[in-house]
Nanobody, 129 residues
Framework: QVQLVESGGGSVQAGGSLKLSCAVS????????MGWFRQAPGKEREGVAV?????????KYADSVKGRFTISQNSVKRTVYLQMNSLMLEDTATYYC?????????????????????WGQGTQVTVSS
């Protein structure tokens, strides 16, 4: 049984940092696509970052987080991370870890939630001024 459990969310002031973790069980990170998504109240779930270990073309990031967020993974610990720096008010959302069997979808399709089969329960990130 595949389980994804996020942690590390919380409240932070604008400009601050948080590091999210996604502990994965029943699933191998190797040759499978892992992503971070977020959903703010009243908005659709959006792809933030994605990582796939078997190609130089990854990781990929949403334009809104490029240069501020970093996705990484530790295959031994079966954990995927999202380091978030220079947080802004608009980063406030529930953040979800997601897993797709096989390679990430090409082009911008990696950002489509429908591409991912497994999801965590989410962790809240609140950025205040």
């Amino acid at each position: 049984q595949v389980q994804l459990v996020e942690s590390g969310g919380g409240s932070v002031q604008a400009g601050g940092s948080l590091k999210l973790s996604c502990a994965v069980s029943g699933y191998t990170l190797s040759r499978n696509c892992m992503g971070w998504f977020r959903q703010a109240p009243g908005k659709e779930r959006e792809g933030v970052a994605v990582i796939y270990s078997d190609t130089i073309y990854y990781p990929k990031y949403a334009d809104s987080v490029k240069g501020r967020f970093t996705i990484s993974q530790n295959s031994v610990k079966r954990t995927v991370y999202l380091q978030m720096n220079s947080l802004m008010l608009e980063d406030t959302a529930t953040y979800y870890c997601a897993a797709k069997v096989g390679p990430c979808a090409g082009g911008g399709d990696w950002r489509a939630p429908t591409s991912y089969k497994y999801w965590g329960q989410g962790t809240q990130v609140t950025v205040s001024s």
